[in-house]
């Protein structure tokens, strides 16, 4: 089978190779699942890199969420076992984790729906209480995290207030729903933050980017507001001063959604029917901005770290170059 594997570590662009490969034989308790979408996410140029949390051994595959098949034909999701990733054509995953993918997205949308939402979902309901006629502010508002919590915020009945980089993403930011659409590169973040509040601020906050964005977060979230650690896309990891969180009574939650898989998979399975039903009945769609074949994952991969993507690119492996499936 046809595989990108990483050899040594770098970015995605230089480091990642297609070759011809095993195909790969599945473990104990695991499945072979050939490839229908493969959703690119920031960690896979952190493993490209060697600076995610999992180091697998070289060479390996990137590629952690897919919508594949089974060997009997079902549809579903699934996060490949590393060194096989989803960026090839068939890859491995535990039996017991596969999800059954919605009927009410097609297979690109469906492997977005995973990781990005799932962690969007535990972030708002799970660790921050969102109630309705909150705000909501998420930085990195038209990406692929901050999509799916713009979606989730306005699900729960939220006002959604998104901050972004450029006039395009603010339109993408728009166009997904946002109330209040702040462009980072053109104008004040806090200051117009607190004139969209009248001065109260955020009552939640969902944080994928850290560095500036988190300082910024300190200065807007409102009286027991709670802000949400989900990510570092910045590359700086803030020191938060807890006299501040003290002195102004708000909360900062941090969320590892991989931990729920060993800790209580149950609850897994309920954000997945909780999505599948947000789904079904429209109020969710992931918006999967590019559908690139096989051939171009790395380039998609080294887009995605440079962060200059919107929304969610999937890798296709049935997709041909001319975009023919």
């Known amino acids: 089978m046809q595989a990108w594997q990483v050899h040594e570590n770098g970015e995605p662009s230089e480091v990642m190779r297609l070759e011809d490969i095993e195909t790969p034989t599945p473990g104990d308790g695991q499945v072979l699942l050939k490839v229908r979408a493969a959703n690119i996410n920031f960690p896979d140029a952190l493993l490209c890199r060697g600076q995610y949390q999992v180091r697998p051994p070289l060479p390996f595959t990137p590629g952690v969420e897919i919508c594949g098949e089974t060997e009997d034909g079902r549809r579903v999701l699934a996060n490949p076992v590393l060194p096989f990733g989803g960026f090839a054509e068939y890859t491995v995953a535990d039996a017991a984790a596969l999800?059954?993918?919605?009927?009410?997205?097609?297979?690109a949308e469906a492997a977005a729906l995973h990781i990005g939402y799932q962690t969007g979902w535990f972030g708002l309901h799970r660790r921050a209480g969102l109630e309705a006629g909150e705000t909501l502010l998420v930085h990195a508002a038209a990406g692929g995290v901050g999509s799916?919590?713009?979606?989730?915020?306005?699900?729960?009945?939220?006002?959604?207030v998104g901050v972004v980089g450029g006039a395009e993403k603010a339109a993408v930011a728009?166009?997904?729903?946002?109330?209040?659409?702040?462009?980072?590169?053109?104008?004040?973040?806090?200051?117009a933050v607190k004139e969209a509040t009248g001065g109260r601020g955020a009552d939640v906050i969902y944080d994928p980017v850290g560095g500036e964005a988190y300082a910024q977060s300190t200065k807007v979230v409102a009286f027991e507001g709670r802000i949400v650690v989900v990510g570092f896309a910045s590359g700086t990891i803030p020191s938060p001063g807890l006299n501040h969180a003290l002195v102004k009574n708000y909360s900062i939650l941090g969320l590892h959604w991989g931990l729920y898989n060993t800790k209580n998979p149950k609850l897994i399975q309920h954000c997945h029917e909780q999505l599948t039903d947000l789904a079904a009945r429209g109020a969710i769609k992931p918006l999967v901005s590019e559908r690139v074949p096989l051939g171009g994952a790395a380039a998609a991969v080294q887009r995605v770290a440079d962060g200059v993507t919107t929304g969610r690119v999937a890798v296709i492996p049935g997709l041909t170059e001319g975009g023919a499936a």
């Open 174 to 191: 728009r166009e997904l729903g946002c109330d209040v659409v702040i462009d980072r590169r053109a104008e004040d973040v806090i200051a």
């Open 99 to 107: 999800l059954p993918a919605p009927d009410a997205l097609d297979d």
């Open 148 to 160: 799916a919590a713009v979606q989730l915020g306005k699900a729960a009945g939220a006002r959604v």
